[in-house]
Structure formats: structure tokens, C-alpha cells
């Protein structure tokens, strides 16, 4: 999976007009000088979906702190459906812990967006960033960009024929060979089922390991409005979205102006379905209408959260 984030931060709501937000002309040193005399501290909630999406975050923290010695970030690293009930109950009890939140459930956004919840702010480079990884008013924004697919052991496949689209995979010979996420679960693999159902989806624009696209997605992430270390929240967002980090850092890069670690962007793939996941995660009640119906066959959903149980208020 690669990750991506939208940006956004807190704004208290005027009776006039908002004015336009330009973007930041500040350099990362000037903001990195804010930060420290803020107070050297940021606390991040991240989604979690695999072992290596955490390792990516441990490996996001520590380019950042390398980067800015003494601007110390805490990640809080559990799953969107708990992130977001968790920061909506810590604005309602104005006990809010994060400065930023980075979560794959899309749709929460535009509603904090519009409760005023999120801070428009447009970190340098905002141009740069593909429009529909961003909202116009920088009240958020995707620094990465995640892939959901398949994947197969071409040496482990026992003489079948490796799979060429999602539909091979109801072939009664796949089964008990296949491990999967529950889709009643997680709502990015139960997008990329429902969408890729019956179609076949190219690969030969997808040059790392061959691998087919089932679904591009994105996490939002945002600085909060009543977030206690905004100085630092600010400098992350510039720092995550500089050329720098696009290139090096970030699993695929948001802007239209860098190259991408493939043959093209993935809002050039028609197949990778980018535009598609936010109005997908935003019907809520054929989410939850698919969901029941993988309950009826699968059962509910068994196990501990990957993340244990982090309560109301990890990060304190």
C-alpha cells in the first residue's frame, strides 16, 4: 500500500467572507525556527493497514526529526474508524491530543472542513499539487498516495494460471489459497471488491513488481483547529510536501511536477480508479449495506485490532 495524506488545519468560522489563502512563503528554516519556539513538540494520528504501512510511518518520524532536531513528533497509530470517532468526541469535549490527523476514512474532511474544524492553509508547493488530491481552500490535502491490490507467489501458485484481473480469483481453485483482509473491515479493500468485480484491470502501467491496480487511494491529513503546536503541525505539512521528500520519501509522490516511481501518475491510470474512492467512502449507506451483505457470508469480523485498544485519548 502507499500511503497519502490530505493536510488540513483549524479555522474559526467568521460571519464575513473568508479571504483567499495564498500559499506559504516562509522557508522550511524560518518555520523550523517557529517551531522550536513553540514549544519542540507535534503529536500525529496515522491509519494503519499492514506492517509495512507502520514501518513507513516509524520511518516518516524519524526523516522528520532528523531533519528538525529537536521537534519531537508522537504518532499515535491506530485505524481511521477509531481516529475519527476519537477526534469528533475529543472536539465535542474539547479535550483534542492531536495537532495533525492523517486518516484513509476521506469522507470525515469535507465535514470538519465545514464545521471549521480544519485550518485552510496552504502549505509551498500547494500548486504543484494534483487537484484532486486537495481541497481548494487548503483545508486539506494528500502528501502519498496508496495502492490496493492483489499480489501472488508466481513461485508458489501450484500449476494454476497466475491471476489476471480480481474476477479470476472467484475460481473455485483458489480456494483456501487466498488470505485476505475482512472487506466488512476495512473500507479501502471493500472498495477495491465491489469496484473490481468483473473487470480487468490493466497491469502494464504499473512497472514496480508487476503488480495489477485495483484502487488508488488517499488518507487525509490536517492540521486541527484547536491544535496546541501549530507552528510545528505547519512546518510538516511544507516539509512533507517539498521536492525532497516527494522524491525520497513518500511512496507516490501527490505533485504534478515530479516524476512518478512508475510509468505515469496514478490520476493518469483510469484503471487505478483515483477519483472514484472519496464519493465511494462518502456513501455511507452502501458502505454499510456492503459490509452486512460480506457479514452474511463471512460472519463477523474475528480478532484483536492490529493496534490494541488505544482508548480515548493515546498520545497523552
Given at each position: 500500500?502507499?500511503?497519502?495524506?490530505?493536510?488540513?488545519?483549524?479555522?474559526?468560522?467568521?460571519?464575513?467572507?473568508?479571504?483567499?489563502?495564498?500559499?506559504?512563503?516562509?522557508?522550511?528554516?524560518?518555520?523550523?525556527?517557529?517551531?522550536?519556539?513553540?514549544?519542540?513538540w507535534?503529536?500525529?494520528?496515522?491509519?494503519?493497514?499492514?506492517?509495512?504501512?507502520?514501518?513507513?510511518?516509524?520511518?516518516?518520524?524519524?526523516?522528520?526529526?532528523?531533519?528538525?532536531?529537536?521537534?519531537?513528533?508522537?504518532?499515535?497509530?491506530?485505524?481511521?474508524?477509531?481516529?475519527?470517532?476519537?477526534?469528533?468526541?475529543?472536539?465535542?469535549?474539547?479535550?483534542?491530543?492531536?495537532?495533525?490527523?492523517?486518516?484513509?476514512?476521506?469522507?470525515?474532511?469535507?465535514?470538519?472542513?465545514?464545521?471549521?474544524?480544519?485550518?485552510?492553509?496552504?502549505?509551498?508547493?500547494?500548486?504543484?499539487?494534483?487537484?484532486?488530491?486537495k481541497?481548494?481552500?487548503?483545508?486539506?490535502?494528500?502528501?502519498?498516495?496508496?495502492?490496493?491490490?492483489?499480489?501472488?507467489?508466481?513461485?508458489?501458485?501450484?500449476?494454476?494460471?497466475?491471476?489476471?484481473?480480481?474476477?479470476?480469483?472467484?475460481?473455485?481453485?483458489?480456494?483456501?489459497?487466498?488470505?485476505?483482509?475482512?472487506?466488512?473491515?476495512?473500507?479501502?479493500?471493500?472498495?477495491?471488491?465491489s469496484?473490481?468485480?468483473?473487470?480487468?484491470?490493466?497491469n502494464?502501467?504499473?512497472?514496480?513488481?508487476?503488480?495489477?491496480?485495483?484502487?488508488?487511494?488517499?488518507?487525509?491529513?490536517?492540521?486541527?483547529?484547536?491544535?496546541?503546536?501549530?507552528a510545528?503541525?505547519?512546518?510538516?505539512?511544507?516539509?512533507?510536501?517539498?521536492?525532497?521528500?516527494?522524491?525520497?520519501?513518500?511512496?507516490e509522490?501527490?505533485?504534478?511536477?515530479?516524476?512518478?516511481?512508475?510509468?505515469s501518475?496514478?490520476?493518469?491510470?483510469?484503471?487505478?480508479?483515483?477519483?472514484?474512492?472519496?464519493?465511494?467512502?462518502?456513501?455511507?449507506?452502501?458502505?454499510?449495506?456492503?459490509?452486512?451483505?460480506?457479514?452474511l457470508?463471512?460472519?463477523?469480523?474475528q480478532?484483536?485490532?492490529?493496534?490494541?485498544?488505544?482508548?480515548?485519548?493515546?498520545?497523552?
Amino acid at each position: 500500500m502507499k500511503f497519502f495524506t490530505p493536510i488540513a488545519a483549524a479555522l474559526t468560522l467568521l460571519a464575513a467572507p473568508a479571504l483567499a489563502v495564498e500559499e506559504e512563503t516562509k522557508t522550511l528554516q524560518e518555520l523550523y525556527a517557529g517551531a522550536i519556539a513553540e514549544g519542540h513538540w507535534m503529536e500525529q494520528n496515522s491509519d494503519e493497514n499492514s506492517s509495512e504501512f507502520v514501518a513507513f510511518t516509524h520511518s516518516l518520524k524519524a526523516a522528520f526529526e532528523e531533519a528538525f532536531p529537536g521537534v519531537n513528533v508522537t504518532m499515535v497509530v491506530d485505524y481511521s474508524k477509531y481516529h475519527d470517532v476519537r477526534i469528533d468526541n475529543q472536539l465535542e469535549t474539547d479535550t483534542l491530543v492531536p495537532d495533525i490527523t492523517a486518516l484513509q476514512t476521506v469522507q470525515n474532511f469535507p465535514r470538519w472542513a465545514k464545521a471549521g474544524d480544519l485550518l485552510e492553509y496552504k502549505p509551498a508547493n500547494f500548486s504543484k499539487i494534483y487537484d484532486g488530491l486537495k481541497d481548494e481552500n487548503g483545508a486539506w490535502l494528500a502528501y502519498g498516495v496508496n495502492s490496493f491490490s492483489y499480489i501472488y507467489d508466481s513461485s508458489n501458485l501450484g500449476g494454476l494460471d497466475a491471476p489476471a484481473s480480481p474476477s479470476d480469483l472467484v475460481n473455485p481453485d483458489w480456494a483456501g489459497k487466498i488470505a485476505s483482509s475482512y472487506p466488512h473491515d476495512d473500507d479501502a479493500v471493500l472498495f477495491s471488491i465491489s469496484f473490481n468485480r468483473g473487470s480487468h484491470v490493466a497491469n502494464n502501467l504499473v512497472t514496480a513488481q508487476e503488480k495489477v491496480i485495483g484502487v488508488g487511494t488517499y488518507a487525509g491529513a490536517s492540521p486541527i483547529v484547536y491544535a496546541k503546536n501549530l507552528a510545528a503541525a505547519k512546518l510538516f505539512m511544507n516539509w512533507i510536501v517539498s521536492t525532497e521528500v516527494q522524491e525520497s520519501v513518500v511512496m507516490e509522490t501527490v505533485r504534478t511536477d515530479i516524476a512518478p516511481s512508475g510509468s505515469s501518475h496514478p490520476w493518469e491510470i483510469p484503471e487505478a480508479n483515483l477519483d472514484a474512492f472519496p464519493s465511494f467512502m462518502a456513501n455511507r449507506t452502501q458502505v454499510e449495506a456492503l459490509k452486512q451483505t460480506f457479514a452474511l457470508y463471512f460472519g463477523e469480523v474475528q480478532g484483536e485490532p492490529t493496534p490494541g485498544y488505544l482508548g480515548v485519548h493515546p498520545g497523552l
